[in-house]
């Protein structure tokens, strides 16, 4: 049994390459988000992200934030050996949107928006408030987890090193992605 | 809205909801104003943190056990200290017509000091929601903070006598993705992947 701190920090790459992995499905494979949520319309990248390169002597961090950003830098970064390390999604069905942030060594969300009312109108309005927090905030979690078990299984097959690792090299180095 | 997912190791003993209650009596926090402490740690009310209750069901939200951890905290500052620590060997020198005290003296008097400004300082609190949903072992508990996340893994212990696993990459893989045997194996070994070319 592996120490959780040594976990956490052994297989803190995994996080990051599942964010990599995630940026080049968005791209490249929605397809794939109806297999992690039947009723998810689009995924889209957010208003945030950060890079970092740990090839580098001292750890590399490129942050590229704001609503109409140019990800050409980030695109840049994954060539010279980056990966995401924490990206900010839009997560859309056809009625609700989520927004959300997911780090990489962690998988910590943070900045959640979800749809539906930010307070109970009274206190009798409290618990089914609460409860539809919990059933939006679950759909996400169970959204990222089961994108997560997409990714674990990929990674753990053969056919990483033999078709993703290329497809996703050969997403980077394309010129206009 | 931030938080950090975890997975529940074990089950309670008997009733579950009379368990948690016990659990969250048992460590609900403690005032700590007009206390010579300087920081408590403990269990509250989602509704009411500064009035902490857990009669009938008022933790109980539909399936889920919704409450908040409270850490309540002084922070005396060392040039309070400093100032206060030099009125009262002042003082003391006066009373007693010394030149001096001894090192034993001004240790004993700065640890009263201490004491004293513990206990005219009101405590700042922050408070950290949770949702235990019980029948599928989770936790989100919304804090990012690794300072609470670590108060939140031992007081959840002592309370429940339950583990909390963080949900991180490793242990995502390993206790989410259902592998085999072997695949497990494959995951211990792996190693980070060279996008770049």
């Given at each position: 049994?592996?120490d959780?701190?040594t976990?956490?920090?052994r297989?803190r790459?995994?996080?990051?390459?599942?964010?990599?992995?995630l940026?080049f499905?968005?791209e490249?494979d929605q397809?794939?988000?109806?297999a992690?949520d039947?009723d998810c319309?689009?995924l889209?990248?957010g208003?945030?992200m950060v890079?970092?390169n740990?090839?580098?002597?001292?750890?590399?961090r490129?942050?590229?934030?704001g609503?109409?950003?140019?990800?050409e830098?980030?695109?840049?970064?994954?060539?010279?050996?980056?990966?995401v390390?924490?990206?900010?999604?839009?997560?859309?069905t056809?009625?609700y949107q989520w927004q959300?942030?997911v780090?990489g060594?962690?998988?910590?969300?943070?900045?959640?928006?979800?749809?539906g009312?930010?307070?109970p109108q009274?206190?009798?309005?409290?618990?089914?408030?609460l409860l539809e927090?919990f059933?939006?905030?679950?759909?996400?979690?169970f959204?990222?987890?089961?994108?997560?078990?997409?990714?674990?299984?990929?990674?753990?097959?053969?056919?990483?090193?033999s078709?993703?690792?290329?497809s996703?090299?050969?997403?980077?180095e394309?010129?206009?992605g | 809205?931030a938080?950090?997912r975890?997975r529940?190791?074990?089950k309670?003993?008997?009733?579950?909801?009379?368990?948690?209650?016990?659990?969250?009596?048992?460590?609900a926090?403690a005032?700590?104003d007009?206390?010579?402490?300087?920081?408590a740690?403990?269990?509250t009310s989602?509704?009411?943190?500064?009035?902490?209750s857990f009669?009938g069901?008022?933790?109980l939200?539909?399936?889920?056990?919704v409450?908040?951890m409270?850490?309540d905290?002084?922070s005396?500052?060392?040039?309070?200290i400093?100032?206060h620590?030099?009125?009262a060997v002042?003082d003391?020198?006066?009373?007693t017509?010394k030149?001096?005290l001894?090192?034993?003296?001004k240790?004993?008097?700065?640890e009263?000091?201490?004491?004293d400004l513990?206990?005219?300082?009101?405590?700042?609190?922050?408070?950290?929601d949770l949702a235990?949903?019980?029948?599928?072992a989770s936790?989100f508990?919304?804090s990012?903070l690794?300072?609470?996340n670590e108060?939140l893994e031992?007081?959840?212990?002592?309370?429940?006598?339950?583990g909390l696993i963080?949900?991180?990459p490793?242990?995502a893989?390993d206790?989410?993705?259902?592998?085999s045997?072997?695949?497990?194996?494959v995951?211990?070994?792996?190693?980070?992947?060279?996008?770049s070319?």
């Amino acid at each position: 049994m592996l120490d959780v701190s040594t976990a956490y920090q052994r297989y803190r790459f995994l996080g990051d390459e599942f964010l990599t992995w995630l940026w080049f499905c968005i791209e490249k494979d929605q397809k794939l988000f109806t297999a992690a949520d039947a009723d998810c319309t689009a995924l889209e990248i957010g208003n945030r992200m950060v890079l970092e390169n740990r090839k580098t002597k001292s750890v590399e961090r490129i942050t590229i934030k704001g609503d109409d950003a140019g990800l050409e830098e980030g695109r840049l970064a994954l060539r010279k050996g980056a990966l995401v390390s924490e990206m900010a999604l839009v997560f859309k069905t056809g009625e609700y949107q989520w927004q959300f942030s997911v780090k990489g060594e962690s998988l910590n969300i943070s900045n959640l928006k979800t749809p539906g009312a930010t307070a109970p109108q009274g206190p009798e309005q409290l618990e089914p408030f609460l409860l539809e927090r919990f059933d939006f905030i679950n759909k996400i979690i169970f959204f990222i987890e089961n994108l997560y078990k997409l990714f674990i299984r990929a990674r753990l097959s053969s056919q990483w090193v033999s078709k993703q690792v290329p497809s996703i090299r050969k997403w980077i180095e394309a010129a206009d992605g | 809205m931030a938080i950090t997912r975890y997975r529940v190791e074990g089950k309670l003993a008997g009733a579950a909801t009379e368990a948690v209650r016990r659990g969250l009596q048992k460590n609900a926090i403690a005032e700590i104003d007009n206390e010579a402490e300087e920081t408590a740690t403990g269990w509250t009310s989602f509704e009411s943190p500064f009035f902490p209750s857990f009669e009938g069901s008022s933790f109980l939200f539909g399936p889920l056990y919704v409450f908040s951890m409270r850490v309540d905290r002084k922070s005396v500052s060392a040039k309070l200290i400093r100032k206060h620590l030099g009125i009262a060997v002042a003082d003391r020198l006066a009373k007693t017509k010394k030149q001096f005290l001894s090192k034993d003296e001004k240790t004993a008097l700065k640890e009263n000091v201490l004491k004293d400004l513990l206990v005219r300082m009101p405590s700042t609190p922050s408070v950290y929601d949770l949702a235990w949903d019980y029948e599928h072992a989770s936790v989100f508990f919304f804090s990012t903070l690794r300072a609470a996340n670590e108060k939140l893994e031992g007081l959840f212990k002592r309370s429940f006598n339950l583990g909390l696993i963080r949900i991180f990459p490793f242990t995502a893989a390993d206790s989410l993705a259902g592998l085999s045997d072997s695949e497990r194996d494959v995951l211990i070994g792996l190693s980070s992947t060279q996008f770049s070319s």
